[in-house]
Protein backbone atom coordinates (compact mmCIF):
# COMPACT_ATOMS: atom_id res chain seq x y z
CA UNK A 1 0.00 0.00 0.00
CA UNK A 2 0.97 3.22 -0.90
CA UNK A 3 1.87 5.10 2.61
CA UNK A 4 1.76 9.34 3.01
CA UNK A 5 4.25 11.08 5.22
CA UNK A 6 2.89 14.55 6.63
CA UNK A 7 4.25 16.81 8.94
CA UNK A 8 2.59 16.46 12.33
CA UNK A 9 1.57 20.54 13.22
CA UNK A 10 2.13 23.58 11.29
CA UNK A 11 1.24 27.11 12.04
CA UNK A 12 -0.43 29.50 9.26
CA UNK A 13 -1.49 33.59 9.52
CA UNK A 14 -4.67 34.57 8.59
CA UNK A 15 -4.97 34.95 5.40
CA UNK A 16 -2.10 33.79 4.48
CA UNK A 17 -1.86 31.09 1.97
CA UNK A 18 -1.55 27.43 3.92
CA UNK A 19 0.36 25.14 1.85
CA UNK A 20 0.78 21.32 3.48
CA UNK A 21 2.60 18.74 2.32
CA UNK A 22 2.14 14.88 1.71
CA UNK A 23 4.73 12.53 0.49
CA UNK A 24 3.46 9.63 -1.12
CA UNK A 25 6.59 8.04 -2.49
CA UNK A 26 5.75 4.21 -3.46
CA UNK A 27 2.21 5.42 -4.54
CA UNK A 28 1.55 3.46 -8.06
CA UNK A 29 0.19 4.82 -11.60
CA UNK A 30 -3.12 4.69 -10.98
CA UNK A 31 -3.78 5.52 -7.40
CA UNK A 32 -5.19 9.05 -6.26
CA UNK A 33 -4.67 11.46 -3.76
CA UNK A 34 -7.49 12.73 -1.34
CA UNK A 35 -7.37 15.70 0.92
CA UNK A 36 -9.56 15.38 3.96
CA UNK A 37 -10.24 17.75 6.81
CA UNK A 38 -11.70 17.29 10.57
CA UNK A 39 -12.52 20.13 12.40
CA UNK A 40 -12.32 19.27 16.14
CA UNK A 41 -14.45 15.82 16.38
CA UNK A 42 -16.45 16.79 13.76
CA UNK A 43 -17.03 14.19 10.71
CA UNK A 44 -14.01 14.17 8.30
CA UNK A 45 -14.47 16.46 5.38
CA UNK A 46 -13.91 16.03 1.66
CA UNK A 47 -11.59 18.56 0.41
CA UNK A 48 -10.17 17.61 -3.12
CA UNK A 49 -8.83 14.87 -4.72
CA UNK A 50 -6.53 14.36 -7.89
CA UNK A 51 -4.63 11.75 -9.87
CA UNK A 52 -1.83 13.44 -11.86
CA UNK A 53 -3.15 17.12 -12.75
CA UNK A 54 -3.26 19.78 -10.51
CA UNK A 55 -6.63 20.55 -9.42
CA UNK A 56 -8.40 23.41 -7.62
CA UNK A 57 -12.39 24.10 -6.43
CA UNK A 58 -13.80 26.22 -4.49
CA UNK A 59 -11.99 24.91 -1.13
CA UNK A 60 -8.70 24.70 -2.19
CA UNK A 61 -5.67 23.71 -4.93
CA UNK A 62 -4.08 20.52 -5.13
CA UNK A 63 -0.74 20.50 -6.73
CA UNK A 64 1.00 17.30 -7.25
CA UNK A 65 4.86 17.14 -8.49
CA UNK A 66 5.45 15.47 -11.92
CA UNK A 67 6.84 12.23 -10.74
CA UNK A 68 3.76 11.91 -8.47
CA UNK A 69 5.55 11.33 -5.42
CA UNK A 70 4.62 14.44 -3.76
CA UNK A 71 2.01 16.80 -3.03
CA UNK A 72 0.89 20.01 -1.51
CA UNK A 73 -2.64 21.04 -0.56
CA UNK A 74 -3.18 24.60 -0.51
CA UNK A 75 -5.56 27.21 1.24
CA UNK A 76 -5.06 30.32 -0.54
CA UNK A 77 -6.32 32.21 1.97
CA UNK A 78 -6.49 31.02 5.26
CA UNK A 79 -9.20 31.85 8.16
CA UNK A 80 -9.72 30.80 11.82
CA UNK A 81 -12.47 28.25 10.68
CA UNK A 82 -9.83 26.13 9.07
CA UNK A 83 -8.10 25.27 12.12
CA UNK A 84 -8.23 21.39 11.99
CA UNK A 85 -6.47 18.30 10.92
CA UNK A 86 -5.59 17.68 7.67
CA UNK A 87 -5.13 13.82 6.04
CA UNK A 88 -3.76 13.09 2.78
CA UNK A 89 -4.59 10.07 1.45
CA UNK A 90 -3.51 7.87 -1.20
CA UNK A 91 -6.70 5.23 -2.63
CA UNK A 92 -5.24 2.16 -3.16
CA UNK A 93 -6.32 0.09 -5.95
CA UNK A 94 -8.99 -2.33 -5.06
CA UNK A 95 -9.32 -1.04 -1.35
CA UNK A 96 -12.50 0.57 -0.73
CA UNK A 97 -11.89 2.19 2.62
CA UNK A 98 -9.85 5.47 3.39
CA UNK A 99 -6.49 4.75 5.13
CA UNK A 100 -6.46 7.64 7.49
CA UNK A 101 -3.23 8.39 9.17
CA UNK A 102 -1.75 10.80 11.31
CA UNK A 103 -2.20 14.23 9.60
CA UNK A 104 -1.21 17.70 10.10
CA UNK A 105 -2.89 19.64 12.77
CA UNK A 106 -2.94 22.97 11.02
CA UNK A 107 -3.42 26.51 13.66
CA UNK A 108 -4.01 29.16 11.67
CA UNK A 109 -3.64 32.34 14.10
CA UNK A 110 -4.78 35.94 14.12
CA UNK B 1 -23.31 19.77 5.68
CA UNK B 2 -22.46 16.79 3.47
CA UNK B 3 -25.74 15.15 3.62
CA UNK B 4 -25.31 12.21 6.00
CA UNK B 5 -27.03 12.00 9.17
CA UNK B 6 -26.36 9.55 12.35
CA UNK B 7 -28.29 9.39 15.42
CA UNK B 8 -27.55 9.09 17.92
CA UNK B 9 -25.13 12.01 18.42
CA UNK B 10 -24.25 10.91 21.63
CA UNK B 11 -24.91 7.71 23.78
CA UNK B 12 -23.34 6.38 27.16
CA UNK B 13 -23.78 3.40 28.22
CA UNK B 14 -22.36 0.74 30.41
CA UNK B 15 -20.24 -2.95 29.79
CA UNK B 16 -21.77 -5.63 28.82
CA UNK B 17 -24.94 -4.02 27.12
CA UNK B 18 -25.75 -3.43 23.23
CA UNK B 19 -26.31 -0.64 21.17
CA UNK B 20 -27.49 0.55 17.31
CA UNK B 21 -26.20 3.14 15.79
CA UNK B 22 -28.20 4.98 12.56
CA UNK B 23 -26.59 6.32 9.41
CA UNK B 24 -28.62 7.90 6.87
CA UNK B 25 -26.46 8.14 3.27
CA UNK B 26 -27.26 11.18 1.19
CA UNK B 27 -30.21 11.09 -1.43
CA UNK B 28 -28.05 8.90 -4.19
CA UNK B 29 -25.61 7.15 -2.40
CA UNK B 30 -25.51 3.00 -2.28
CA UNK B 31 -22.70 2.90 -0.74
CA UNK B 32 -22.34 3.13 3.20
CA UNK B 33 -19.17 3.29 5.36
CA UNK B 34 -18.39 2.68 9.00
CA UNK B 35 -15.18 3.59 10.86
CA UNK B 36 -14.35 4.03 14.30
CA UNK B 37 -12.52 7.03 15.67
CA UNK B 38 -10.72 6.14 19.15
CA UNK B 39 -7.28 8.21 20.97
CA UNK B 40 -5.10 5.68 20.46
CA UNK B 41 -6.02 4.54 17.27
CA UNK B 42 -6.91 7.14 14.92
CA UNK B 43 -10.27 6.60 12.02
CA UNK B 44 -10.46 2.57 11.49
CA UNK B 45 -12.31 1.49 8.48
CA UNK B 46 -14.50 -0.65 10.18
CA UNK B 47 -17.07 -2.43 7.02
CA UNK B 48 -18.88 -0.64 4.10
CA UNK B 49 -22.41 -1.92 2.27
CA UNK B 50 -23.65 -1.61 -1.61
CA UNK B 51 -27.16 -1.69 -2.29
CA UNK B 52 -27.94 -3.53 0.70
CA UNK B 53 -24.67 -5.99 0.24
CA UNK B 54 -21.87 -6.32 2.41
CA UNK B 55 -18.95 -5.02 0.09
CA UNK B 56 -16.05 -4.89 2.11
CA UNK B 57 -14.77 -5.94 5.84
CA UNK B 58 -11.93 -3.97 7.57
CA UNK B 59 -10.74 -4.17 11.34
CA UNK B 60 -14.56 -5.01 12.89
CA UNK B 61 -14.53 -7.43 15.87
CA UNK B 62 -16.67 -9.70 15.88
CA UNK B 63 -19.35 -8.58 18.80
CA UNK B 64 -19.93 -5.55 15.87
CA UNK B 65 -22.10 -6.14 13.02
CA UNK B 66 -24.06 -3.70 10.35
CA UNK B 67 -26.85 -4.32 7.72
CA UNK B 68 -27.85 -1.75 5.13
CA UNK B 69 -31.98 -1.65 4.81
CA UNK B 70 -33.77 -1.58 1.58
CA UNK B 71 -34.23 2.36 2.05
CA UNK B 72 -30.66 2.24 2.08
CA UNK B 73 -30.24 3.51 5.48
CA UNK B 74 -27.33 1.44 7.51
CA UNK B 75 -27.45 0.05 10.95
CA UNK B 76 -24.12 -0.46 13.35
CA UNK B 77 -24.88 -2.93 15.96
CA UNK B 78 -22.29 -3.16 19.00
CA UNK B 79 -22.90 -5.85 21.56
CA UNK B 80 -20.90 -6.78 24.66
CA UNK B 81 -19.49 -3.50 24.96
CA UNK B 82 -16.36 -2.86 26.48
CA UNK B 83 -14.64 0.23 27.64
CA UNK B 84 -12.24 0.27 25.14
CA UNK B 85 -15.12 0.55 22.26
CA UNK B 86 -15.74 3.98 23.72
CA UNK B 87 -15.16 6.42 20.31
CA UNK B 88 -16.43 8.29 17.63
CA UNK B 89 -18.10 6.23 15.29
CA UNK B 90 -18.66 8.06 11.98
CA UNK B 91 -20.54 6.91 9.01
CA UNK B 92 -19.95 7.73 5.37
CA UNK B 93 -21.60 7.59 1.89
CA UNK B 94 -20.61 7.59 -1.58
CA UNK B 95 -22.22 7.00 -4.38
CA UNK B 96 -20.40 4.03 -6.21
CA UNK B 97 -19.05 0.42 -5.03
CA UNK B 98 -16.06 2.31 -3.43
CA UNK B 99 -13.67 2.80 -6.52
CA UNK B 100 -10.46 5.12 -5.93
CA UNK B 101 -12.71 7.95 -7.95
CA UNK B 102 -15.85 7.04 -5.82
CA UNK B 103 -15.59 9.77 -2.87
CA UNK B 104 -16.86 9.67 0.26
CA UNK B 105 -18.94 11.95 2.83
CA UNK B 106 -18.94 11.55 6.18
CA UNK B 107 -21.51 12.01 8.92
CA UNK B 108 -21.28 14.02 12.03
CA UNK B 109 -20.72 11.00 14.01
CA UNK B 110 -21.95 9.35 17.18
CA UNK B 111 -20.00 9.68 20.37
CA UNK B 112 -19.76 6.15 22.26
CA UNK B 113 -18.93 6.39 25.87
CA UNK B 114 -19.06 2.82 27.71
CA UNK B 115 -18.88 3.19 31.26
Known amino acids: DAKTTQPPSMDCAEGRAANLPCNHS???????VYWYRQIHSQGPQYIIH???NNETNEMASLIITEDRKSSTLILPHATLRDTAVYYCIVRVHNNNDMRFGAGTRLTVKP | DSGVTQTPKHLITATGQRVTLRCSPRSGDLSVYWYQQSLDQGLQFLIQYYNGEERAKGNILERFSAQQFPDLHSELNLSSLELGDSALYFCASSVGQGEKTDTQYFGPGTRLTVL
Open chain 1, 26 to 32: TISGNEY
Open chain 1, 50 to 52: GLK
